[in-house]
Nanobody
Framework: QVQLVESGGGLVQAGGSLRLSCAAS?????MAWFRQAPGKERLFVAA????????NYADSVKGRFTVSRDNAKNTVYLEMNSLKPEDTAVYYC????????????????WGQGTQVTVSS
């Protein structure tokens, strides 16, 4: 069973940057990031395949966020630039054996989440 631990969340001003990390304890084929704001459903942010070549992004973050992975470290990253207040949410790392899914039901393993707060 894959275990995931997120880190790197915090407070940042609008226009600033953060990098989130997700350390996996086991093999993961596809890894993804989701986010959930208070009172809202959990939404897809980005996903990356096992080789770090295939990626998918939500329209709201294209051109601003970059997902990458380092399989030697068994870690996936989410580089977030030009942050906006609407990016404020708890960010979750997820893993799946199915490639590049964009729905929560496609993922079998989840981290506990890390809070990202963007001030205006």
């Amino acid at each position: 069973q894959v275990q995931l631990v997120e880190s790197g969340g915090g407070l940042v001003q609008a226009g600033g940057s953060l990098r989130l990390s997700c350390a996996a304890s086991g093999r993961a084929y596809t890894m993804a990031w989701f986010r959930q704001a208070p009172g809202k459903e959990r939404l897809f942010v980005a996903a990356i395949g096992w080789a770090g070549i295939s990626t998918n992004y939500a329209d709201s973050v294209k051109g601003r966020f970059t997902v990458s992975r380092d399989n030697a470290k068994n870690t996936v990253y989410l580089e977030m630039n030009s942050l906006k207040p609407e990016d404020t949410a708890v960010y979750y790392c997820a893993a799946s054996g199915r490639p590049l899914g964009m729905a929560t039901r496609n993922y079998d393993y989840w981290g506990q989440g890390t809070q990202v707060t963007v001030s205006s």
